[in-house]
């Protein structure tokens, strides 16, 4: 939900329950008013009648309403002492209306000649339901319209208001450390915009710092450690190539050329990771998955002959991803050698390519993987000294960059299943 509809619902609420609490407040206010105006004259027609009657005693035959609003009839004993000005609601039938209709009565006692008469008076009022209605009717009416009217604020006011967020949102959506595109702050008095600008651009300087540094790191590690690395390994070998030493040293330097080239591929391995974390790799292009799985398979063919391994590809469909080329290749290596290095002698490796979808599946241990390690760093269920422990870690980290989707299952063979577009895109 957007911020401007998140602030509508509020807003829709709280008016429903002001609104409501003021339209009770407002009926009984309306009938307080009511009723004192129509007591005021009920009394003011008892006066009225009352001198009429001392001028013309006939209308106090006038025992029942008939025509008119008032009916008189002669009342004694105790009566005539508990009787003061009673005001009440009652209903009478109404001619006109066909039915019983509320009317305000006002019961009173006056005396003339020496005798008591009971004098009734009535006035029509209005219907409470008919009241109730109309209100309900135009609070409704006053409800649609006042949100209504904060719907035109919120998409042209509000909105415009707001402009400054919104874009500056679009920008940090599209902000990439690895491109160092500009963000552009727009002039606003609004503070909280102004706070928010400054808060922004020092997060996102101390991350292209840090991104800078981490950068730079990697670039002098690949080299600084490469370079002494080979240049060890290259001593080492020539060393192995002198025909005086014994066969005890030739033992500990051949643990030391196989230790070294272990460190050189980590080292590769490693930094391999940190670029891919730290998306160094931005080149991208079409890359054809079909003939890169072909190539790769010729370059393993020597590594699979030598454990009889049998090797089958088959292609249900042209698989093209827009991804860099060296990752590409990376990716498909890594899932390959996996399926070649974890595998016993005279086992299978079956390679299927789809569209969208390419699955490796390869015979080796008889019981499933477990799939939450098999994808962390230096995690092997199976040492190998050919394996650093990082080439399904690189699959995943490569995987996660692009928003590929990898899964492992076992169905008495372990398959690894590379989906370039998920089912979520």
């Known amino acids: 939900m957007k911020l401007l509809n998140h602030t509508l619902s509020y807003l829709a609420a709280i008016l429903?329950?002001?609104i409501t609490g003021w339209s009770a407040l407002l009926y009984y206010s309306l009938l307080d008013e009511i009723y004192d105006s129509?007591?005021?004259?009920?009394?003011?027609?008892?006066?009225?009648?009352?001198?009429?009657a001392a001028a013309d005693s006939t209308i106090l035959q006038r025992s029942s309403f008939g025509e008119n609003n008032y009916a008189i009839k002669p009342i004694a004993g105790p009566k005539v002492f508990r009787v003061t000005d009673v005001y009440s609601d009652?209903?009478?039938?109404?001619?006109?209306?066909?039915?019983?209709?509320?009317?305000?009565?006002?019961?009173?006692?006056?005396?003339?000649?020496?005798?008591?008469?009971?004098?009734?008076?009535?006035?029509?009022?209005?219907?409470?339901?008919?009241?109730?209605?109309?209100?309900?009717?135009s609070i409704f009416w006053l409800y649609l319209g006042l949100i209504a009217i904060i719907l035109v604020l919120n998409n042209f006011l509000l909105k415009k208001t707001w402009q400054p967020f919104y874009r500056l949102v679009q920008q940090l959506r599209d902000f990439r450390l690895e491109k160092q595109h500009q963000i552009k702050y727009?002039?606003?008095?609004?503070?909280?915009?102004?706070?928010?600008?400054?808060?922004?651009?020092?997060?996102?300087?101390?991350?292209?710092?840090?991104?800078?540094?981490q950068k730079q790191f990697i670039e002098n590690a690949s080299h600084e450690l490469q370079t002494p690395l080979a240049i060890s390994l290259n001593k080492l070998e020539l060393l192995l190539e002198e025909s005086n030493l014994t066969e005890e040293q030739l033992r500990l330097l051949a643990g030391a050329v196989n230790n070294l080239e272990r460190m050189k591929r980590l080292n590769k391995s490693l930094l391999l990771l940190s670029k891919i974390e730290n998306r160094q790799f931005q080149v991208e292009e079409e890359v054809n998955i079909n003939q890169v799985i072909k190539t790769l398979l010729d370059d393993f063919s020597d590594q699979a002959e030598y454990k009889g391994l049998a090797v089958t590809l088959v292609e249900e469909g042209d698989c093209r991803v827009r991804m860099n080329p060296d990752l590409a290749s990376v990716l498909l290596t890594n899932l390959l050698k996996n399926a070649i290095v974890h595998n016993h002698q005279e086992g299978f490796v079956e390679v299927t390519v789809s569209r969208d979808k390419l699955v490796v599946a390869n015979s080796g241990k008889t019981s499933a993987l477990n799939e939450q390690r098999m994808f962390s760093r230096f995690q092997q269920d199976s040492p190998s000294e050919a394996s650093t422990g990082l080439g399904l870690p690189i699959v995943k980290a490569i995987a996660n960059l692009y928003r590929f989707q990898v899964k492992y299952s076992f169905t008495g063979k372990h398959i690894l299943t590379l989906s370039f577009h998920p089912p979520h895109q």
């Open 16 to 18: 429903f329950v002001v």
């Open 38 to 52: 129509l007591d005021d004259g009920l009394g003011n027609y008892k006066l009225l009648i009352m001198q009429r």
């Open 90 to 137: 009652t209903a009478m039938f109404m001619v006109n209306e066909q039915d019983f209709e509320p009317v305000r009565m006002l019961k009173t006692v006056f005396r003339h000649n020496g005798n008591f008469y009971e004098l009734r008076v009535i006035n029509s009022m209005v219907e409470t339901d008919d009241l109730v209605e109309d209100l309900l009717v």
């Open 186 to 213: 727009e002039e606003t008095r609004v503070e909280e915009f102004q706070v928010l600008h400054d808060a922004v651009s020092k997060l996102i300087q101390n991350s292209t710092d840090t991104y800078q540094s």
